[in-house]
C-alpha cells in the first residue's frame, strides 16, 4: 500500500510507495496519522504509479482520493527542451539528497538521477507524449515522482 500525506487543507505534500519511506520523509508522521498536523491517507499502488508519471493529480476531501487527469501536461517538443527539463530533475534530486544520507531512498535517489542522466535526448521522436517519469517506466528504469523528492 502506497500512502499521500497532505497538509490540514487537504492539499497533496508528498506520497510515498510505503511506510518505510513515509518515516523518512515525514519524521512526525504519527502526527500525521492522527490527523494534527495534516492527514497521511492510503492509496492504492495504481494511483501511486501514475502521480510518480506525472499523468494525475490527485485530489482528497477529507474522506475519498480522487485521481483527475491534469491540467496543462506538456511535454518536450525537441531534445533541448528534454534536456533542460532532465536539468531541472537532476539539480531538484541533488537538493534533495542530503536529507536521505545513508538511507535506502539515497539509494532511489541516485538510480534515478543516473537513469535521468543516462536518456540519449537525440534518439527521443519529438514532440514526446508521455512525461520523462513515463518514459523511463516504460524503458523498465527506476523513477520516482515529483511529490516523492520532498
Known amino acids: 500500500m502506497a500512502y499521500l500525506l497532505t497538509n490540514l487543507e487537504y492539499f497533496p505534500m508528498a506520497i510515498a510507495k510505503d511506510m518505510e519511506e513515509v518515516k523518512l520523509k515525514e519524521t512526525r508522521w504519527q502526527a500525521f496519522q492522527l490527523g494534527k498536523i495534516g492527514h497521511l491517507v492510503e492509496i492504492s499502488n495504481s494511483d501511486f504509479v501514475s502521480l510518480q508519471t506525472a499523468l494525475k493529480d490527485i485530489v482528497y476531501d477529507g474522506t475519498n ?4 487527469d491534469r491540467k496543462r501536461i506538456t511535454f518536450p517538443q525537441n531534445a ?25 531512498f539515497e539509494t532511489e535517489l541516485n538510480n534515478y538521477k543516473t537513469n535521468l542522466q543516462s ?11 508521455v ?5 523511463l517506466l516504460n524503458q523498465n528504469k527506476s523513477i520516482l515522482g515529483c511529490l516523492q523528492l520532498v
Not at 65 to 68: G, M, N, P, Q, V
Open 65 to 68: 482520493t480522487s485521481l483527475i
Open 80 to 104: 533541448e527542451e528534454l534536456q533542460n527539463s532532465i536539468n531541472l530533475l537532476v539539480q531538484r534530486v541533488d537538493d534533495v539528497i542530503p536529507k536521505y544520507v545513508n538511507t535506502s
Open 119 to 129: 536518456i540519449d535526448t537525440s534518439s527521443i521522436s519529438y514532440p514526446m507524449d
Open 131 to 135: 512525461s520523462i517519469e513515463k518514459y
